[in-house]
């Protein structure tokens, strides 16, 4: 093939299309069985199957399929095994809605023909995230898709509830949650969303049954007084002398008429309200725990959706926050009411649907974490698991160490069913694998299965090993479990991360992966969370469709640096297109001057045919494998892309490239050419493996063209450091400097670019001289110079600009003098800088005028303001260069 097969611009859309379709066809993610090659896991985090690919997928699945590729090309045996999360309420609420627009409600079809419309919509939409990711390149092993209601994993599901069910780690019982009066459900600690509201505090007169020491009554705050109808005591600090004399007494809790008693517990701040505070164990976490500790009754003044219920008396039926205004109302008029404060609280939310959530008292199933949390701790401090970057152990332990028991039942019906049977007639719990006829303990028929179902985390818990063919012993356990990393957000490290690990130790006996990679978080370019509000989102789609998916996928990479956010903008999705274009450029080069056929360029490399050129970027190839596959390794990926960047663009493309432009035209002879077309595509060849991982279109595509080229780039074998030619690889950046010293005169003095100019080196060490002198050529032609003089030292050349080559990392400096006599209008150049000068002083003036008045910088945004103190760094910078230059042909004017 040459250059005439591949078209003149990278077109991505077709090139995707046609390579992804190939590597599923292939089965290119599917690994070998029976392989001896050492395995490497991963599990995806299932995305929801509501879910559209957005920027926290698209920068996860990049990162792991890195490392798929990888790995794979470094010769392990890699399962990348991808899935999908059922997402109960997530995906209930779509079907629910789906169900309105034709007036019905899920009561009205009924439980089974509600679940079996569920599976209707899964199977119609419930794809669109996976055809996402295959799209934006993500290599698993799709033959082996799973979704976590599927029938393995529901198996897996029920065997775990039963075992802990069993060993006592499962209850059922009475216990304050988080309720959502709109989802009608319960929802753990870490599905509640936080966020701080102004709101009230209401001070409320509890009037005692007898007064005492002339005291009529107690004043009470709260932050929610209509949960006044369900208090059952009022609680002070045992060690506050102002209600000491007040314990055990008697208060009538106003418009019930109701006597509660005044207790003592050290869980009273005296210092918050009055030092007096309600309890009202259905309706408040704290409450709740001080009731059982003085055998308090709890009253449910609620239903399930957040109105008032028959216990609230006059105010039943009325909604939470009606209610809310009545009792205010009434007290008020009461005289009961002796202030009302602003006050900031944190107001929990459904994390699903945003209605504020309700403390309630209901029954519920949970697991009891403590025996399953102490195993998991231990796993982590041991290094049996080992958090990437390790400050995430912190945050780890602090939620493990504080851990509560752990609500698993929803009142919804999409989900796996909890596996347990009431009986009717004996008020006995049967829990079971399999469906069971009778009540084991009485016998009878008369059994009815649990009307919830299981939190949607319950089974993704068990998503390493219940994927694998658990609760049977498979081969797959034996090969890929324990997984080999886990990549994630840090958001679902209590979610997810710390529950898969309690459950692998708990049921496979050893941790579910070795490593957890954390990922950073994408922000805007300001640092501004991404939101639709906003208008700041970035769809990944939308960038794919525009610049190519190879194009994303490096940005995201060279951006994920270890600790740090991501501050994306869409210009350097832009900017890695341009790099894409870039390397299509380089293949087209290459293809034109690889000589007379493929053999030739592909044949062994002579290596006493090399020259100092080539064994510089063979060096410099070395250099770049090593860094690149350490950077993979530690999880670096920023690191790797850059190094990656540099090596093709300013290496391979800016300076290889440009040195042997000549050879390859035959201008230095046929041995040079062919060594040089040789070098050429061996090393581009190598810089596309090590970009596959990467950016894995255009490389494979690509590579197809090049002479020698295997069936396929992803089944190649990844590079391997060759020999470091250290001395010529040495003299090369010698020569290099000096190029790059002429090359900053000519800018900075703005020499024409077609100008050719006399240059004179100085350089007092031997070996340096004649390093340039031997490569005069390579400075002559990069660096358009008619004459090169070198010597040890001497007078400085008349109109001469001069600067320093070399001296970084230990290399010898040389002078380097250009004289611009004949190349420049002295007095026009002067002029020129001269006008430049008195724009830039007015252009400077204007922004520091602005930066110094305090009321701009204190009511401008932020960014707004940044943006100015970044102009004026630049404005200041701007006007030293041009002063430098004024200096400097004053200098030489002499």
């Known amino acids: 093939m040459d250059e005439k097969t591949l078209s003149k611009t990278y077109e991505p859309k077709e090139v995707e299309e046609r390579w992804s379709r190939h590597w599923i066809e292939s089965k290119a993610g599917t690994p070998e069985p029976g392989s001896n090659k050492p395995a490497f896991s991963m599990v995806i985090p299932p995305p929801n199957i509501t879910g559209a690919l957005h920027l926290g997928h698209a920068l996860n699945s990049t990162l792991q399929d890195i490392l798929a590729r990888y790995k794979r090309m470094k010769g392990y045996n890699v399962l990348w095994l991808p899935g999908i999360d059922h997402a109960g309420i997530a995906t209930q609420n779509v079907v629910e809605r789906q169900l309105a627009e034709e007036g019905l409600t899920r009561h009205k079809i009924g439980r089974d023909e509600f679940v079996k419309r569920v599976w209707q919509w899964k199977e119609a939409s419930g794809g669109t995230i996976i055809s996402q990711l295959k799209r934006l390149g993500a290599s698993c092993d799709w033959t082996r898709l799973r979704f976590t209601m599927d029938e393995g994993l529901s198996r897996a599901v029920r065997e775990v509830f039963t075992r802990l069910y ?18 009608h459900t319960a929802l753990s600690d870490l599905e509640v969303n936080f966020e701080e509201t102004d709101g009230s505090l209401w001070y409320m007169e509890y009037p005692l049954k007898e007064p005492v020491e002339g005291m009529k009554g107690l004043t009470v705050a709260t932050t929610r007084p209509e949960t006044m109808l369900g208090d059952t005591a009022v609680a002070v600090n045992p060690n506050d002398e102002r ?22 517990d050290d869980s009273v701040s005296a210092e918050f309200g009055t030092g007096a505070v309600k309890i009202t164990p259905a309706h408040d976490f704290n409450d709740f725990e001080v009731s059982k500790r003085h055998n308090l009754p709890a009253l449910n003044v609620m239903d399930e959706n957040g109105r008032m219920n028959e216990n609230a008396g006059r105010f039943a039926g009325l909604d939470r926050f009606e209610a809310r205004k009545r009792i205010v109302e009434e007290l008020q008029a009461a005289g009961l009411m002796p202030k009302i404060d602003k006050y900031k609280l944190m107001l929990g939310s459904c994390y699903r649907c945003s209605t504020v959530v309700e403390p309630r008292l209901s029954k519920q199933w949970f697991v009891k974490v403590g025996p399953l949390a102490a195993p998991a701790i231990k796993a982590v401090e041991a290094g049996e698991i080992r958090f990437v970057p390790k400050g995430w152990e912190n945050t780890y332990f602090d939620w493990m160490r504080n851990i509560r028991d752990w609500c698993i039942s929803r009142q919804i019906w999409w989900g796996h069913r909890i596996p347990a049977w009431h009986c009717k007639d004996c008020g006995h719990i049967t829990v079971s694998t399999v469906d069971p006829d009778v009540c084991e303990r009485c016998g009878k028929k008369n059994i009815a299965q649990d009307n919830d179902v299981l939190d949607t985390w319950f089974s993704s818990a068990l998503w390493p090993f219940s994927t694998l063919g658990w609760p049977d012993d498979t081969k797959e356990l034996k090969v890929f479990y324990p997984t080999s990393v886990l990549s994630t957000s840090f958001d679902i490290i209590f979610f997810w991360v710390a529950r898969m690990i309690m459950m692998g130790l708990k049921f496979m006996d050893s941790p579910p992966f070795r490593e957890v990679y954390i990922h950073a ?12 509000s906003k208008g700041n989102v970035i769809d990944p789609l939308v960038m794919m469709e525009k610049y190519g998916t190879d194009a994303l996928r490096f940005t995201l990479a060279v951006l994920a640096a270890q600790g740090r956010d991501i501050k994306l903008a869409e210009d350097r999705i832009s900017g890695y297109r341009n790099f894409c274009n870039k ?3 380089l293949a087209r080069f290459t293809l034109m001057n690889i000589g007379d056929g493929p053999d030739q360029a592909t044949a062994p490399l002579d290596e006493s045919t090399l020259n100092m050129a080539d064994k510089w ?16 390794d530690g999880y670096k990926f920023d690191e790797a892309a850059r190094a990656l960047y540099r090596f093709v663009w300013h290496e391979l493309c800016d300076w290889y490239v440009e040195l042997i432009k000549q050879d390859l035209k035959g201008e230095r002879g046929p041995e040079r050419k062919e060594t040089s077309a040789k070098v050429l595509v061996e090393v581009f060849k190598d810089a596309l493996k090590m970009l596959h991982p990467f950016m894995p279109f255009i490389t494979e595509e690509l590579y197809g063209y090049l002479p020698g080229a295997g069936e396929a780039l992803h089944k190649e074998q990844y590079p391997v450091e060759g020999g470091l030619y250290n001395k010529e690889a040495a003299e090369m950046e010698e020569v290099m400097d000096v190029i790059r010293a002429i090359r900053n005169i000519r800018t900075e003095m703005n020499i024409a670019q077609d100008a050719k100019t006399d240059c004179v080196c100085f350089a007092a060490d031997h070996d340096l001289r004649e390093t340039i002198a031997r490569n005069a050529e390579y400075i002559k032609q990069l660096a358009k110079v008619k004459g090169l003089d070198v010597k040890e030292a001497g007078e400085r050349p008349r109109n001469a600009v001069s600067a320093i080559a070399g001296g970084a990392e230990g290399r010898p400096r040389v002078e380097v003098y250009v004289p611009l006599a004949g190349l420049i209008d002295f007095e026009a150049e002067m002029k020129k800088l001269r006008k430049e000068l008195e724009k830039t002083l007015v252009e400077y003036d204007s922004v ?9 910088v204190a009511r401008a945004p932020k960014d707004v303001v940044e943006k100015d103190r970044a102009r004026l760094a630049g404005l200041l910078e701007k006007k030293a260069k041009i ?3 004024l200096e400097r042909i004053r200098d030489l004017k002499g």
């Open 166 to 183: 069993k060993e006592g780690l499962i209850y059922r019982g009475d216990y304050i949650i988080n309720w959502c009066p709109r989802c």
């Open 883 to 885: 002063e430098t230059g």
């Open 617 to 632: 970027i063979l060096s410099r190839r070395s250099v770049c494998i090593k860094e690149v596959s350490e950077a993979i």
């Open 583 to 585: 390397i299509w450029n």
């Open 521 to 532: 978080l994408i922000r805007d370019a300001q640092g501004q969370k991404m939101s639709k």
């Open 243 to 264: 209600y000491k004399g007040l314990i055990g007494k008697m208060l009538i809790l106003p418009l019930t008429g109701r006597e509660i008693p005044v207790i003592g």
């Open 848 to 856: 520091e005028k602005k930066l110094s008045n305090e009321a701009f």
